[in-house]
């Protein structure tokens, strides 16, 4: 027995050694690494980094910013969307424009007509069987050719213009003439460029087909954007030929 006895065991009895948590302070745990420092944990994205960082990717050419009417597209950045109103109205000086080019060509098919039947000799004053009778039928029969073959040059004319007009603007300058006006553009959605002559070509052709129908195709074809889900306001010909209507 020692001296002086120790008062937590009087009989100097032997002990086990204590457990760790019995009294002793445990040791702390080697740090992972063995000796070297731990780097600190980096944050996720979305939790602790600033909004800028977590989002810093641009989004994707055809996306909606919040359906709040403006777009992204390739090489044009965000642009606003063209309003049925304002396509509208584009269409409505389209139609003046075409209105009065048509006005002048038929005013000069009829005076034309007019200018054949005025030469043609009226037959009633000439004997029946005559040589004169005759000549007087043969010159009114070349009259009514010329006539019909006026009236065919005039619709040919017309057709011919109605096409360049709609489908050679729209495909190298991406407006016609109520578009400048009203400031809007037509462009791919994929590339932001002018559609091109196939392009051009698609959307203009879709409302003819659409109009042989009494009109009636062709009138909701050019309603259609109204029934777009997607919210780009693209008609069945827009979709057809991969545009979009903008204003710049």
């Not at 948590?21 to 939790?47: H, L, R, S």
């Not at 080019?101 to 043609?120: R, S």
């Not at 039928?137 to 073959?149: E, K, P």
């Amino acid at each position: 027995m020692s001296y002086p006895p120790d008062p937590n065991n009087p009989y100097n009895q032997p002990q086990q050694p204590q457990q760790p948590g019995y009294g002793y302070p445990q040791q702390a745990p080697p740090a992972a690494g063995y000796g070297y420092p731990q780097q600190p944990p980096q944050q996720q994205p979305g939790y602790g980094v600033p909004q800028q960082q977590a989002y810093a990717y641009a989004p994707a050419p055809g996306t909606l910013q919040a359906n709040n009417g403006y777009i992204n597209i390739a090489q044009l950045g965000t642009v606003k969307l063209a309003t049925m109103g304002q396509r509208f109205l584009a269409r409505l000086i389209d139609g003046l424009a075409v209105g009065a080019i048509i006005a002048l060509v038929m005013a000069l098919g009829l005076a034309g007509t007019l200018g054949i039947v005025k030469d043609t000799d009226d037959c009633t004053g000439y004997t029946y069987g005559s040589s004169a009778y005759s000549n007087c039928l043969q010159q009114q029969t070349d009259a009514a050719s010329g006539i019909v073959a006026t009236m065919m040059i005039m619709i040919g004319v017309l057709a011919v213009f109605n096409l360049l007009y709609e489908w050679l603007l729209v495909s190298f300058a991406g407006a016609t003439l109520g578009k400048m006006a009203m400031g809007l553009r037509v462009v791919k959605e994929s590339t932001g460029q002018n559609p091109g002559l196939g392009g051009g070509f698609i959307r203009f052709i879709i409302p003819i087909v659409g109009a042989f129908l009494c009109y009636i195709g062709a009138l909701l074809v050019y309603l259609s954007p109204f029934f777009d889900n997607s919210g780009k306001l693209q008609g069945w010909h827009d979709r057809a030929a991969g545009t979009l209507v903008i204003k710049k």
